[in-house]
């Protein structure tokens, strides 16, 4: 809250400065023009102008703080224009009367309006910047909120999870109270799923060792040659005993199927006779 209240008292003050130094820059400028004007080619006082100055300035402060803003900027400099010539018509009827009062009022309002052409995109500009490092606050301000409101509803959906998670570990034991054997078999279970872990690391390390050991021996093979023409003449000859094996095994069975044969053929012979 402190903070919040800092903020806008610093945010008034930028304000406040700002539309003092706008009224600063209005003011010399009106001076100016009446000066030329009314001063060089009429000759009237220079305190006569500095009157009419700040009564100017004043009227145009009022009117382009709190009634300009609202009708745009082209019905604002046609106000600028009827007030700058009712104004300096109506202090110099009372402080300097001259003949044609009327008209050299509308030439300095038309100089003024001129002026106020360039002023007022001017001010609208350093406006802007003025309050460009505080619509960046308030965007950083937002982005901080929503990160904010993100991470409470994720330290909600992490408490109800958490909860859940509670909910369910007691409905657990209540069932393994009720059923004695339940506890038994969730505890096999989780030792199966423990063994199968282990199973799938010494898997994977098997895995691993035997592409270390290929590794290994292609590195040898590169280094030696003639290693690879022997590993292969080796592999052929451990094919060639598995080939006479397999040979040596069929004609042991053969021979066992001839003796039982030659076996019952005898035995048929003496029946006969």
Known sequence: MVKINDDLKIKKGVEDQLFTKALLIKFIMITAVLWIVLGWFYGISFTNILITSVFLTGFA???????????GNVFALI???VVAWAVIWIVGSIFYPLANLGTISL???IIITVGEMFFHPYMERKFDDEHEPSREENKRQYKGNLQ???AED??????AQAKE???NMIKSEKRNENDPSREKRQYKGNLQTEFAEDMD??????????????????????NDPSREERQYKGNLQTEFAEDMDIKTAAQAKQKDVNIIKSKKRKVNRSRRK
Do not use: C, G, H
């Open 61 to 71: 402060y009022v009117l382009d703080v709190y009634i300009l803003p609202r009708i």
């Open 79 to 81: 106000s600028d224009l």
């Open 107 to 109: 030439i300095a309002a």
């Open 148 to 150: 904010t409101e993100f």
């Open 154 to 159: 994720m330290d909600i959906k992490t408490a």
């Open 165 to 167: 998670k509670d909910v």
């Open 201 to 222: 690391i010494k898997t994977a390390a098997q895995a691993k060792e035997k592409d270390v050991n290929m590794i290994k021996s292609e590195k040898r093979n590169k």
